[in-house]
Structures are given as structure tokens and as C-alpha cells.
């Protein structure tokens, strides 16, 4: 498969990538650094517990000192996937209604290529856009082994698959929708309140009695919500990402065959 469309987005947005992945290894680094400062003050569990519903609008569940409920409750459950999706939605609005709105896409169509290759690479790039924030926190964990720091590794690995996913899900819907829809703003409004709605189930799903039935719907949960990091990434919720997003990669494909490009 030729990826020459793939390396010219990639190139286009390299810079935007270094730096938001340098900005969450910065942070991650940060939080790292500070664990020992913190790891015991058993009085941050004590005001968890007398406070759970907030303690749950921030992503905060079991104990907030150990190294797993430190990186779920200060990196995974918020930052993380939030800087995350910003990437990916943002190229997903772009990639296809973006492009055709500039009167882009036209130009690739002319070209020697079917949709279908010219679709693939687009996907190709979410793919690989989906990976440098949550590579980068993985890297500024693996310092935290100096920092007395010391999750388990299948749980690091397991939380940073389910976030590159969850990523990828949501660059995903945002290109599906562009696809279906040819606007850059509707994509990237969909998709921006499916995230929010899905943070919103996953943060609440263990304090909210009507919310907990709603939170296999939410693709957050699945990834980050669970405790992931302690857990690691349950087998239904890696089938449930890769299946959800296939369907989204299939949605955009039989809307790009019926959009006017120009």
C-alpha cells in the first residue's frame, strides 16, 4: 500500500505532535517526581473517602497513594486521554471534511489512487497519531522506577494500549462523521460530546447508582475507568475498542464513496 498521503499529514502535523506529547511527558514527569513527596500522607485517602462523589468527578477511585491509584487518579483517568483525543479528533474532523472544505481532496481523487487507498492512509495516520501521548507517559512511568514508583508492568502496558485505542475510537467517529456529514465543525462537535459524555459515565459509573448501569456504553471506561493501571486491559475491553472502532472505520469508508469531493 503506497503511504505517500500518510507521510505528507504526518509531516503537516509533526510539529502539533512533538509538542503535545513533550507537554504530557513533561507533566507525567511531574507527577512522577512528586509521588514520593506524597506516598504517605494516608490523610489524601481520608479525604477521598469522605468526599467520593468528587472524588469520582475527577476519576479518582480506591486508594490515592499507592503507585497505581497516584498514576490512574493524576495521569490516566483525566489528563492522558484527554490530551489524547484532542489530537485525534482534531485530525479526524480534518482529514476528510477539513480537506474537501479547502478544496483538498479533490486534487488526492485526480490522482492514480482509489477512495478506498486514499481513505486507508487517513486511517493509517489516526492510527500513528493515536500513539505519542500515551507512549510518552508510558516513558515517564517507566522513570518512575527511581522514584519508587512501581506499578505493575502488565497494568502500564494494559492502560497505555487502552488509551492509544480509545484514541483511536474517538479519531475514528470524528473522521466517520466528517465523512457522512462534510463539515469539519459537526465532526469535531460529535465527537468532542460522545468524549464528554463518555468521561462523564466513567468518572460516575461507581458513585452514581443510574449511571453505573450506562457504563458499558462508554468507551472510557473500558480503557481507563476500571483501574487500569492495577488490572490491566481486560480482554472484552480490548475486543469492545477494536470492534467499535472497526464499525466507525467502516461507517467513514461508505460515506467517503458518497461524498463530493472537491
Known amino acids: ?3 505517500d498521503l500518510a ?3 504526518l509531516r503537516l502535523r509533526r510539529r502539533g505532535s512533538w509538542a503535545y506529547s513533550l507537554g504530557v511527558a513533561a507533566y507525567a514527569l511531574l507527577i512522577v517526581v512528586l509521588y514520593p513527596a506524597f506516598k504517605h500522607d494516608s490523610s489524601l485517602d481520608q479525604l477521598m473517602r469522605g468526599n467520593p462523589t468528587v472524588a469520582a468527578l475527577f476519576g479518582i477511585s ?3 497513594i499507592s503507585p497505581a491509584g497516584w498514576l490512574n487518579a493524576n495521569l490516566y483517568a483525566n489528563i492522558v486521554p484527554l490530551f489524547a483525543l484532542l489530537l485525534t479528533i482534531g485530525y479526524g474532523a480534518t482529514a476528510v471534511a477539513g480537506d474537501n472544505s479547502d478544496e483538498r481532496l479533490g486534487l488526492f481523487a485526480a490522482l492514480p489512487v482509489s477512495r478506498h487507498a486514499v481513505l486507508a492512509q487517513k486511517l493509517l495516520t489516526l492510527a500513528v497519531l493515536s500513539l505519542p501521548v500515551a507512549i510518552a507517559t508510558l516513558a515517564a512511568d517507566v522513570v518512575g522506577r527511581f522514584y ?4 505493575p508492568w502488565a497494568g502500564l502496558v494494559g492502560v497505555t494500549v487502552g488509551v492509544a485505542l480509545t484514541a483511536m475510537l474517538f ?3 470524528a473522521l466517520a462523521v466528517g465523512c457522512l456529514t462534510n463539515s469539519r465543525g459537526v465532526a469535531i462537535g460529535v465527537a468532542s460530546t ?3 459524555a463518555s468521561y462523564v459515565i466513567s468518572s460516575l459509573a461507581g458513585s452514581v447508582d443510574w449511571v453505573h448501569h450506562l457504563r458499558l456504553l462508554s468507551p472510557l471506561y473500558w480503557s481507563v475507568g476500571q483501574n487500569q493501571v492495577e ?3 481486560p480482554l472484552p475491553a480490548l475486543v469492545a475498542l477494536i470492534a467499535t472502532t472497526a464499525v466507525l472505520g467502516a461507517v467513514a469508508f461508505w460515506g467517503f464513496d458518497r461524498l ?3
Do not use: I, Q, V, Y
Not at 148 to 151: A, G, I, K, V, Y
Open 260 to 262: 463530493d469531493l472537491r
Open 194 to 196: 460522545f468524549a464528554a
Open 7 to 9: 507521510r505528507l499529514d
Open 231 to 233: 488490572r490491566g486491559l
Open 171 to 173: 479519531g475514528c467517529l
Open 62 to 64: 480506591g486508594s490515592l
Open 148 to 151: 519508587e514508583l512501581r506499578p
Open 1 to 3: 500500500m503506497r503511504t
